[in-house]
Structure formats: structure tokens, C-alpha cells
């Protein structure tokens, strides 16, 4: 018991000083080049090689900062998710959810700290999982709605507007996000990028098949020529359909992903249930060699069948 507790400190001692440097590191970085910031955030500057160098010299000269390499795809994230945080905001909501997962599995287990190391593993990853849901969302909707929204940029081409014109006008009629995401795109071309630019920026921001086909096809267009409007008419009808047919698959599927999460939640919610309300029953269970080898056998098992149900039932279209 005394090993445990010792092993427990420890992990919540070095997980509270990482965080704690890492949140120091992203508030302090987050607050230099804000000019540079406002403008990405309506056009992507082409950084030349002085300020490249000019930046790299001062990051050397400092040597104040830890420089851990992922606040450019935080920021990229927080985007594609269109959760209106900075990464130092961000950073700052993974601390208190840290703290406070840690203190929940603290109170909740009686004092125990392994339930408290666990809760702050688990605050440590639920930010990031609640993006990664954000972003999953956010393609699911635009997917959607993107034969809608090639269907009225090939009506207001044949009605005689140009392509900016088309955007503009699905920046203004159609819902988020894809108004928020053209919108962007007619804010950089009027601030001096090409057509090609700014869909290219889109295309960074929304990883979407479909919008890549698009913007593949209207490069095309404008380099050989061609009929717009009856390519886009064309592009609609193939991802409608296969919107349509991942609809169904989804509907069949539904049972089989709903056993998968039962299958994998179950254990570990009742062995949970169990050791809050009879601590005795599942205390031998670590205290002991052959009871760790078999929660290591168990969730190994339950972690191999989940993601077998879930690469089954993953149906490419």
C-alpha cells in the first residue's frame, strides 16, 4: 500500500508541474505576434526568409520559453472545431479540467489516489476528446451541406454572376458553417489572394473529400476552360448520393456501434460502481499478481474488441 501511494504521488507531483509549465509556456507564446495573428486569421501571409530568420534568432535569444511544438495545430484545431478560444485559453481550460477531474476522483474514491490519478488522466484528454468531437461535427455538417451549396453556385453562375459573386452570395444565404468558412474565402480574395489561394486555405481548414474534388475541379475550370456550372451540377448529384449512402449505412450500423460502446463501458463502470460503494471486494484485485494480470488481460480484451466493432462497422463510401 505504501509503494502505491508513493507511485501515485509521484505521477500526480511530475502531472502537475507539466501542466504547469506547459500552461506558462502556450499563455506566454500566445501573446506575441498579435498583428500577425489578426491577419491570419482573415488571410495566410507568405513569411519571407528575414523574418523567419528574424524570429528564429529571437526565440534562440530568449531561451526563456519551452518550445513543445503544437501551438500552431492547437490553433489550427480550435478552427476547424470553430470554438472561439485562443490556445492559451485552451490550455487554461485543460488545467482546471485537470484539477478538477482530479479532485472529483479524489472525493469520489475516499481519499484514494490512484482514482485521483485517474481523474487527472482523464481531465488531462477530455478537452482534446471534446475537439475532436467539435471538428468531427463541424465536417459532418459542412459534408452535408455542400451539395446545397454547389447546386447554388452553379444557379447563380447560369443566372450570369461571376464565381466571387457565387460565393458571396452562399456566404449570405446558406448556415454555418458553410457561410462562416466562404465568407472567409471572399474576405482573403478581397484582401489580394487568388481564387486558388483562398479555396486552398479552405481546403486546409475543412479536410473534406468532397471539398477537395470541388476545389480540384474549379482549379481545372480555370485553367482549360469550361463549363462551371454543369461540373458543379455534376459533382452535387455524386456527393448527394453519396451523403444518402452513408446516411443508410450509418442507420444500419447504429446497433452495432451502440454494442460496442456497451461492451467497452460496462466493466469499466461497474467495476467503478463496485469499488466506490465496497472498496474490500476489488482491493485484491492490485494488491495481488495474479489479479493485476487479469485487469491487464481484461482491458486489453475490452480495448481490442471495441476497435474491432468499430473498424467493422466503418464502411467506406
Known amino acids: 500500500m505504501a509503494s502505491e501511494y508513493a507511485i501515485a504521488i ?4 511530475f502531472l502537475s508541474v507539466f501542466l504547469f509549465i506547459y500552461g506558462v ?4 507564446g500566445s501573446r506575441t ?3 500577425e495573428s489578426r491577419l491570419d486569421r482573415y488571410a495566410r501571409r507568405v ?3 528575414t523574418e523567419e530568420t528574424n524570429a528564429t534568432t529571437t ?3 530568449t531561451g526563456r520559453r519551452l518550445n513543445f511544438g503544437a ?3 492547437l490553433t489550427t484545431d480550435l478552427g476547424r472545431a470553430d470554438i472561439k478560444l485562443t490556445p492559451s485559453e485552451f490550455v487554461g481550460l485543460n488545467i482546471v479540467s485537470v484539477l478538477a477531474c482530479g479532485l472529483i476522483g479524489f472525493l469520489v474514491g475516499r481519499s484514494s489516489l490512484l482514482l485521483a490519478l485517474g481523474g487527472l488522466i482523464v481531465g488531462f484528454y477530455l478537452p482534446r476528446l471534446y475537439l475532436n468531437l467539435m471538428i468531427s461535427r463541424r465536417l459532418d455538417a459542412f459534408n452535408n451541406q455542400l451539395g446545397d451549396t454547389l447546386i447554388l453556385l452553379a444557379n447563380s453562375l447560369r443566372s450570369g454572376y461571376s464565381l466571387l459573386q457565387s460565393m458571396e452570395t452562399v456566404s449570405r444565404e446558406l448556415p454555418p458553417p458553410m457561410s462562416v468558412e466562404f465568407g472567409r474565402v471572399v474576405r482573403e480574395i478581397g484582401l489580394g489572394l487568388s481564387i486558388e489561394e483562398a479555396l486552398q ?3 486546409d481548414r475543412v479536410r473534406s473529400d468532397d471539398l477537395d474534388l470541388v476545389v480540384t475541379a474549379i482549379n481545372i475550370q480555370h485553367e482549360v476552360g469550361g463549363n462551371l456550372s454543369e461540373i458543379l451540377d455534376t459533382i452535387s448529384h455524386t456527393i448527394r448520393e453519396r ?4 446516411g443508410q449505412i450509418k442507420a444500419m450500423t447504429a446497433t452495432q456501434r451502440l454494442s460496442g460502446n456497451v461492451v467497452a463501458l460496462l466493466p469499466i463502470a461497474l467495476g467503478i460502481f463496485m469499488y466506490i460503494f465496497n472498496p474490500t471486494y476489488l482491493q485484491k484485485m492490485w494488491e495481488e499478481a495474479c489479479g493485476i494480470m487479469m485487469l491487464i488481460f481484461g482491458m486489453v480484451t475490452i480495448t481490442s474488441g471495441y476497435f474491432a466493432i468499430r473498424r467493422i462497422t466503418a464502411i467506406e463510401v
Open 47 to 49: 513569411v519571407t526568409e
Open 71 to 73: 501551438s500552431k495545430e
Open 25 to 28: 509556456d502556450r499563455i506566454l
Open 10 to 13: 509521484s505521477g500526480m507531483v
Open 201 to 203: 486555405h479552405m481546403l
Open 59 to 61: 526565440r534562440r535569444g
Open 33 to 35: 505576434h498579435t498583428v
Open 243 to 246: 451523403v444518402r449512402i452513408k
